[in-house]
Structures are given as C-alpha cells and as structure tokens.
C-alpha cells in the first residue's frame, strides 16, 4: 500500500470514530440542556407562585386581624364612650399595642358626621356622608377600601366597621399606616429583580412597587389575566423587559398580589451550568481527538509495520525462489561445458606436446601457436573455475554440521584476507560479542561466506577505508554484520547482486558467483542474509542464522 493510502485510511478512521462519537455527546449535552432549562423554569415559576400565594395569605390575615380588633373596640365600647376622645386614644393605643399598623381612629355616626377622631390629621368635623365608602360601610357593615387620596391628601385605606347600639348605628373607622402595609408586601419580593406589589381589581398599584410605577398609578398588565386563584403569566413589563408575574388574588378577590422577577435570574444558574456543561463537553471532545488520533496512529503504524514485513517476507520467497531456479540452469549449463572443457583441455596438451616435435619447433608460426594455446589455456581455466565454483557449490549443497565457534571463524578468515587489506591501507576493525556460544553449523561454508562478503568490501572500498565486522546474539538468533565505508550499492543494482553472474567487476576479475553463493549457504544454513546500502557511505551485509546447540556427544 503507498503511504498516502495508509493516510487516508487513518483519515477516514479518524472522521468516522470522531463523527460516532460527538454524535451522542453533543445530543446528550443539548438535551441536557433543554431539560435542565425546562426544570429551572417550573422550579422559578412554582417557587414565585407560591410566594405570592402565602402572601396573599399574610395579608388577607393582616387585615382579618386589623378588622377584627376593630369590630372588638366596637363591640366591647359604647357610642357615648367612644366619642370622648380621651377614651377613643386609649382604645386607639390598645389596638396599636395588640396589632399595631394603625394611623388614627375616628368615630362616625350614622349621619356621616366625624364626631371624634384620634390621630395625626385634622379630621374632626367633617361629613363622609357623600363619600362612597360611608354608603358600603352602612349597607355591609365591614368594608376596607381601596387606596385613595381622600381628605388627607396621602394615598391610604381604611378599614371600617359598622356597630349598632338598640337603634342607632355608627362607625369605626381606622387608617392603616401605608407605609408599614407596603413593606409587608414588599418583603415578598426576591432577588435582585424582584417585586412585589398589590393591585386592585381596575388595576391600579395599591403599594409602591418596587422598581416602576407608582401607588395610585396604573398596573401595565391586565388584571383580568390573572384568573382566580394564583397564576403565573410572562409578560413584558413596564420598561420592556420580560418579566415573570406571579399574581394571586386576596381582600375576597379586590386586590391582587403580584410577584414578578426576570427569567434571567433564574437563568443565571442555567448559564453556569450551561458553561459547565460546554467546559465538559469541549474537554471530552478533545480527550477523544486525542485518543482517537494516537489510537488510530498506532493501528495504522502497526498495520503499516506488518504490511512491510509481509512485503519483505514475500520479496524473500520471490528471490530464493528466483535463485533456486537460476542455480538449476546455471548448475546444469556448468555440467554441460564441463565435459567440452575438459576434451579441450585434452586438446590442447596434445597440442602442446605436438609443438614439442622439432619439425614445429622450427616452423616460422612456431611463436604464433604457442601463443594461442596458452590463451587458450588460461581462458579454458576462467571457465572451468567457473563452473568449478559452480558445481562445488552444488555438490557441497548439504550442510555438515558441527561444532563451529563463530567469533573464531571470523577471526581466522579476517587473517586471511588481513594482508590483501593492509596493502590496500584498509583496516578490519572487529566487535565480536562474547555471549556467543559453540553452535551446530557448517564452518567451511560460513567460512566462504565471511570470505565472500569481505571480500567484496574490500574490492568495493578499493584504497583506503574502515571495515567493521561486529557478531552479536538476538534472544535465538546470531547475527554477524559486515559494514564498510565504500561507495555504496546503486539502487537500480540493489536488486542483482545476489543474481549469480551479475558483476561489476571487470570481465576476469568476477565471476559474479560470490554473493549469490553466499545467499544460497545461508538459506540452507536455515538463516537470512541482507544488506542496506547507501551510495556515497557505505555498505553493511547482515547475516542472521538460527542459534542451533550442538547434541551432547
Ligand atoms: N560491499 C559492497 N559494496 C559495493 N558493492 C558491492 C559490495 N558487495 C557486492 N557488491 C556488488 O555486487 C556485485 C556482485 O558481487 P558478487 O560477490 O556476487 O560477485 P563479484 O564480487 O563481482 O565476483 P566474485 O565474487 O566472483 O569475485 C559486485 O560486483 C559489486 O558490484
Ligand atoms: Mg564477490
């Protein structure tokens, strides 16, 4: 496979593991989301209703209580007590100490005439008869008005109970400080932005709210949006921002209590969570980039690796089998000459004891001929060495096994060659491990491989240069490398050498056998031999043969 297809395989990993797995976690953040959001608005929207609903109760109770003391005072003084303004501001002060929250108290009779008043306006003398509450207060006998402006000229209420004393009836009537309801009312709001305010039925504001509008103003909303009971409602408020209302009716249904807050508010939770949630969900994803890509890598890397290995493991069979094929041609051609080899060999001895005769010897081609056959000669022994070679090997196929102790095989084929090296100024530098056990192997032929491979070295470096020979042991294996700083191996040749009759050599100086030979020991030795080469720095051969202990004799 090219390297840009193990890419785009590791690419459409990638996609497809990070595409399945953002896939979910984004889904479950989003959904998360959603359902907390919904879960903090019906928490926000219970939370104010309920507020509003028990302080609707507190007031309804404020002013069940403010009433009841009144009807008390009324029930329990008589009309002639009451108008003595002197017992009037002590039944004044005991309903403030029992309940508190009452500005003045004023006795009116059934005229509508204020006959005795205690408290901080001057109030005396005047007539309510004309003013509606005096009606509903004689045809009710309890009534708690709205707020208004009245004779004071102070937004108030009033509360206001009728008694009856045999036929004659009169009026109670009480101010409730403004100022202490609106703080009541006020004490439900929450938060930074919220309030909490009454309205009545038509929709004016009955308590200073606390941000818009004003007591006696008008309310922005509808208060027939709010229907019996509590209900929430979003709406926009006064200043244009949205706003949730909770509102719940009290007073029998006159005013209506309202708590209203922003959503951001309650948002506000949502967007930490929120943030959370995305500082969450970015760290996963980017946990699973990272996982997924060093994952990936290692699988493609790995696969990448065996790819390489099969592709090397098949390159080998392919060129044993390739030399297997070539050493039965080649074998075969050698035995073939052979036999015209050695008839001219014979020839040409008969031919040379002929030259002997004197009848040649006097002939004027005499010097002619006997140039010729020993041309003849030497060339005849090119090639029986040749096929010498060539037949030995195949002869000597068969390893003999014995007790071989490898370093010294090396040192010994290093001393042979030694002088052919130092007279080119080349050095043999050896590393040879000591761990290196005796093993059960053919010593003659490692020899000739040795041989061989320095051999080639040296013819390579040429004058001048470094041969290392190192042999160490990896786990069941021993390895002996063969390195040298000659010119390297071109790589359109890399893939001939081990061909046999393929040589750089000048014609007579290589047979082109030697690497081929070696290959061809080594494999029957149950071992590998290859190389790596670099032009311009050097060669190193690698032989690699299985660690075989000798049988205990
Ligand atoms: N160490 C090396 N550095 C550079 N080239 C090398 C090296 N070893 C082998 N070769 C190349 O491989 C070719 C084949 O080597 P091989 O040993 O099979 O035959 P040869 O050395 O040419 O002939 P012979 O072994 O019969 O003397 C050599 O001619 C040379 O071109
Ligand atoms: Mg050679």
Redesign the pocket.
């Known amino acids: 496979m090219k390297s840009s297809a193990y890419a785009n395989l590791q690419r459409k990993i990638i996609t497809v593991t990070l595409l399945v797995s953002f896939a979910p976690l984004i889904i479950l953040g989003v959904t998360m989301y959603y359902q907390v959001a919904l879960m903090c608005k019906d928490k926000t929207e219970e939370h104010i209703k309920y507020r509003a609903r028990a302080q609707a109760q507190a007031i309804d109770l404020f002013l069940k209580e403010r009433t009841a003391i009144l009807s008390a005072m009324a029930d329990t003084h008589s009309f002639n007590d009451m108008i003595d303004e002197k017992n009037l501001s002590r039944v004044f002060e005991v309903m403030n100490l029992r309940a508190g929250a009452f500005v003045d108290l004023g006795v009116i009779d059934s005229a509508g005439q204020h006959l005795a008043y205690v408290g901080p306006y001057d109030l005396s003398g005047l007539n309510y008869y004309q003013e509606s509450w005096f009606g509903e207060v004689m045809s009710k006998g309890v009534y708690i008005s709205d707020v208004y402006m009245g004779f004071r000229q102070l937004p108030h209420f009033i509360i206001a109970v009728r008694c009856w004393e045999g036929q004659r009836s009169w009026i109670l009537r009480a101010t409730i400080d403004p100022n202490i309801f609106g703080a009541i009312v006020l004490s439900a709001q929450i938060g930074k932005t919220g309030d909490a305010y009454l309205v009545n039925k038509a929709g004016i504001y009955q308590t200073h709210p606390r941000f818009s509008g004003k007591i006696l103003t008008e309310f922005n909303l509808d208060t027939k949006m709010f229907r019996g009971g509590t209900t929430v409602i979003e709406a926009r408020g006064s200043l244009g921002n949205r706003l949730l209302y909770a509102g719940s009716w009290s007073n029998n249904n006159k005013w209506l209590l309202v708590i209203s807050q922003e959503p951001a508010e309650y948002m506000r939770r949502l967007f930490a969570l929120r943030n959370t949630e995305i500082a969450i969900i970015i760290f996963g994803i980017f946990a699973i980039i990272m996982t997924t890509i060093f994952t990936t890598r290692l699988a493609v890397n790995h696969l990448r690796d065996s790819d390489a290995k099969m592709n090397e493991l098949n390159a080998q069979l392919i060129q044993s089998d390739k030399l297997a094929a070539l050493g039965k041609m080649a074998t075969g051609v050698a035995h073939e000459i052979n036999n015209p080899l050695n008839i001219i060999i014979q020839k040409t001895g008969w031919m040379e004891d002929l030259l002997a005769e004197e009848e040649f010897q006097n002939s004027e081609n005499y010097g002619e001929y006997k140039k010729s056959i020993e041309k003849i000669e030497y060339h005849v022994e090119r090639a029986r060495k040749v096929v010498h070679?060539m037949l030995g090997y195949a002869r000597k196929m068969e390893p003999h096994l014995e007790d071989v102790d490898l370093n010294r095989t090396i040192n010994r084929t290093i001393d042979m060659l030694e002088n052919y090296a130092r007279d080119n100024n080349i050095d043999i530098q050896t590393d040879l491990s000591p761990d290196i056990p005796i093993i059960a192997s053919d010593e003659a032929q490692l020899q000739q491989v040795f041989m061989?491979?320095i051999?080639?070295?040296i013819?390579?470096?040429g004058k001048d240069g470094l041969i290392q020979v190192k042999s160490y042991r990896i786990k069941e294996n021993i390895t002996v490398s063969?390195t040298?700083d000659?010119?390297?191996?071109p790589r359109d040749?890399q893939k001939?050498?081990?061909?046999?009759f393929?040589?750089?050599?000048q014609t007579g100086?290589?047979?082109?056998?030697?690497?081929?030979?070696?290959y061809s020991i080594i494999e029957k030795l149950g071992g590998s031999l290859s190389?790596r080469?670099k032009v311009g720095e050097?060669?190193t051969?690698t032989i690699s043969i299985p660690l075989i202990v000798p049988e205990k004799k």
């Open positions: 070679n061989n491979l051999s080639n070295s013819d390579a470096i063969i040298d000659g010119p390297g191996i040749q001939k050498v081990f061909d046999p393929f040589t750089t050599k100086k290589g047979t082109g056998l030697g690497l081929w030979i070696c190389f080469s050097g060669t051969f």
